[in-house]
Structures are given as structure tokens and as C-alpha cells.
């Protein structure tokens, strides 16, 4: 747990949604990937929205980096 601002316990819950600025990449290529059909996307007004569930399939849907054994 993390403690807020005000010193009240805040938990590290998933958010119900993320906002485009609020993924590791550009704003670029999350439209990109949206266009594309790799990342499901919900509108809400001008917003657009990633569920949790989109953006875990998206992360379930990159190949895993291989090593090189040295």
C-alpha cells in the first residue's frame, strides 16, 4: 500500500481504465496499434479508453525477448 498526500492509506488496485497518456508508448503509436486491431479501444466522448482486459491482451499478445546464450 502506498500512502496518499493527505497520509491516508491508498491501495494498488487496477484502474478501471487507462487514457492514451497514460501508456508506456506515444500517443502515435497507440493510435497505430488501435487503427491496426491489436489494441481494443472504447470512446467516451472525445476520450479514448483501453480497459485493463485490452491492455493486458495486448501485453499477452507480444512475443517474449529471447536472450542470447554468451
Known amino acids: ?9 491508498q ?6 481504465a487507462y487514457f492514451i497518456d497514460d501508456l508506456p508508448y506515444g500517443r502515435t503509436h497507440v ?18 479508453i483501453i480497459t485493463p482486459e485490452a491492455w493486458k491482451e495486448h501485453l499477452a499478445s507480444l512475443p517474449d ?6
Open 65 to 70: 525477448l529471447e536472450t542470447s546464450a554468451a
Open 11 to 16: 491501495s494498488e488496485a487496477s484502474p478501471l
Open 1 to 9: 500500500m502506498q500512502h496518499g498526500s493527505n497520509g491516508t492509506q
Open 31 to 48: 493510435y497505430a496499434l488501435i487503427r491496426e486491431g491489436r489494441l481494443k479501444a472504447k470512446k467516451s466522448g472525445r476520450r479514448t
